[in-house]
């Protein structure tokens, strides 16, 4: 058996793709090297650099790696702001190309898919935490194209029979323990990286968009969890699907919020460097309290989260931000 994964370069999916190989799964990794890294990806597996959306490149795919039983689906774009600014890109890419992506599998009758979905359809949630029966109200494209993915795959099930997991969550952190592979993006617009920029002399100084929000310090609190956590509950979704259970979803989640003001003094902690900030205005769109419940992924999927400390978090971020100064920069 060998388990397909589209955007197996990117920070979540190299993640994923490492830990199959380390299960002794046979893997195959899509990319189309636009976000991603090549050398995010572990030797082990074999790699092909095309767009998931050209047909003819993944009937090639599959052709060439009959053993696919399962597909693990990371290849999509999932900046907020810019999807508020260019939403048709979202659309296509990560909506149309669903489209293209299950007409295939369909065809080749590879009938399994792990979506990586987010809590973002969401939207602003009722209550807290979140849980998978909450209503889906997106309040930006990104969001928007992901809930459209999840509702395409309902169908496709409905009519196909190919079967899915989604499994939505919020705010990724950290980095393999050993510091081999970690988070690179171009530009970076998660918090954590841009603390740890601050810390290494990158930046001069970090901006917490906003501190009178309804919370405890007055800043966002948001959910943490590892990629090792997350690609760990990818591969018991793929393991799930393989015992001819039914489609779902799934939140994954610490079901532990940290505000802004926690990660920037967990940060100065574990660095011991000052890391000046300053309070800076509101962003558009940003809930006061985003955190998941991931009861349902504990006691369906037995899903077992190692990462619960987020000084541990910070620490595996820091030794690949300290041992990869310039990310992948020098290996692509």
């Known amino acids: 058996m060998a388990v397909l994964v589209l955007g197996g370069a990117g920070y979540i999916g190299s993640h994923t793709v490492d830990r199959l190989i380390q299960k002794g799964?046979?893997?195959?990794?899509?990319?189309?090297l636009v976000t991603g890294h090549r050398a995010a990806v572990n030797s082990q597996a074999k790699f092909y650099q095309g767009d998931l959306s050209d047909q003819d490149f993944m009937r090639k795919v599959f052709a060439e790696n009959p053993a696919i039983q399962a597909v693990i689906h990371f290849a999509a774009f999932s900046l907020v702001a810019e999807s508020m600014t260019d939403p048709l890109k979202y659309f296509d890419n990560n909506t149309a190309g669903m489209i293209k992506l299950l007409e295939v599998m369909n065809e080749v009758g590879v009938k399994k898919i792990v979506f990586s979905s987010t809590a973002a359809t969401y939207g602003i949630p009722e209550t807290m935490?979140?849980?998978?029966?909450?209503?889906?109200?997106?309040?930006?494209?990104?969001?928007?194209?992901?809930?459209?993915?999840?509702?395409?795959m309902r169908w496709s099930d409905k009519a196909y029979g190919i079967k899915f997991v989604a499994l939505r969550y919020f705010n990724v952190a950290g980095a393999k323990e050993d510091g081999s592979i970690g988070e690179d993006h171009h530009p970076e617009t998660h918090l954590l990286p841009i603390v740890l920029q601050v810390a290494m002399g990158k930046r001069d100084q970090l901006k917490i968009f906003g501190d009178d929000y309804n919370t405890p310090d007055g800043t966002n609190v948001r959910d943490y969890v590892h990629p090792t956590d997350l690609a760990d509950a990818h591969i018991l979704a793929v393991k799930y699907l393989l015992a001819d259970n039914d489609s779902n979803a799934f939140n994954l989640g610490s079901s532990t919020g940290f505000s802004n003001k926690q990660i920037l003094e967990a940060a100065r902690e574990v660095t011991g460097k000052e890391i000046p900030a300053e309070m800076a205005p509101r962003r558009g769109g940003d809930p006061d309290t985003l955190i998941a419940a991931s009861d349902k992924a504990r006691e369906i999927l037995g899903w077992k989260p190692q990462f619960d400390d987020i000084h541990k978090i910070i620490q595996t971020a820091w030794n690949w931000h300290e041992t990869h100064p310039q990310g992948y920069a020098d290996q692509d």
């Open 25 to 32: 799964e046979e893997v195959v990794v899509v990319d189309s």
């Open 129 to 152: 935490p979140i849980k998978e029966s909450d209503p889906q109200k997106p309040i930006n494209p990104y969001g928007e194209s992901k809930l459209m993915m999840e509702k395409i």
